[in-house]
T-cell receptor, first 113, second 116 residues
Framework: KNQVEQSPQSLIILEGKNCTLQ??????????LRWYKQDTGRGPVSLTI?????NTKSNGRYTATLDADTKQSSLHITASQLSDSASYIC????????????FGAGTRLAVHP | GAVVSQHPSRVICKSGTSVKIECRSL??????MFWYRQFPKKSLMLMAT?????????EQGVEKDKFLINHASLTLSTLTVTSAHPEDSSFYIC????????????FGPGTRLTVL
């Protein structure tokens, strides 16, 4: 069964600190993996996309890693800001078919001053 | 580019009434649109996939007669929740993909439906 699991479920950090969010997946066949940021009451916004051959990709203070062998990904946030408070969702696309996406449940991050 | 809008952003209705939610691709033509539902603190769940000019493909367990989807043009898809009940209260999100970028879905801002 295609599944995406994220940890932790929720996380509280102080402004300026770094954090790392985890994503494990059992999706086959694998096409790509994305990390999305979803603010409360809003739609998801893409942060990074990684294909099978990519190990790391950065977008400003966000750095995603992918280990296709162990089927694990992480999202590292550097120097957190209050505006980083949101849910971060790991999404894996199934290869072939009609653009099938498998969503993780998300990690709810709260950045406190 | 690749902006998707939804209308309304919030709607409150009485039980038994029908509610229509619009999803528009503002700056591109969307051959395929997707409708998702998200319950509090849960992940997005795909409800159906619609291609312009053809019938929507519903995911297992989603009642097609209750959730009517129309994709009449390349920039507009609508989701109508018929005879809404309180358990239909949820956050409904649409996404769209464009012909040249089939691997991407661009998400709308979502519609919060509350059925009293």
């Amino acid at each position: 069964k295609n599944q995406v699991e994220q940890s932790p479920q929720s996380l509280i950090i102080l402004e300026g600190k770094n954090c790392t969010l985890q994503c494990n997946y059992t999706v086959s066949p694998f096409s790509n993996l994305r990390w999305y940021k979803q603010d409360t009451g809003r739609g998801p916004v893409s942060l990074t996309i990684m294909t099978f051959s990519e190990n790391t990709k950065s977008n400003g203070r966000y750095t995603a890693t992918l280990d296709a062998d162990t089927k694990q990904s992480s999202l590292h946030i550097t120097a957190s800001q209050l505006s980083d408070s949101a849910s971060y969702i790991c999404v894996v696309r199934v290869s072939g078919g009609y653009n099938k996406l498998i969503f993780g449940a998300g990690t709810r991050l709260a950045v406190h001053p | 580019g690749a902006v998707v809008s939804q209308h309304p952003s919030r709607v409150i209705c009485k039980s038994g009434t029908s509610v229509k939610i619009e999803c528009r691709s503002l700056d591109f033509q969307a051959t395929t649109m997707f409708w998702y539902r998200q319950f509090p603190k849960k992940s997005l769940m795909l409800m159906a996939t619609s291609n312009e000019g053809s019938k929507a493909t519903y995911e297992q367990g989603v009642e097609k007669d209750k959730f009517l989807i129309n994709h009449a043009s390349l920039t507009l898809s609508t989701l109508t929740v018929t005879s809404a009940h309180p358990e239909d209260s949820s956050f409904y999100i649409c996404s769209a993909s464009q012909p040249g970028r089939p691997n991407e879905q661009f998400f709308g801002p979502g519609t919060r439906l509350t059925v009293l």
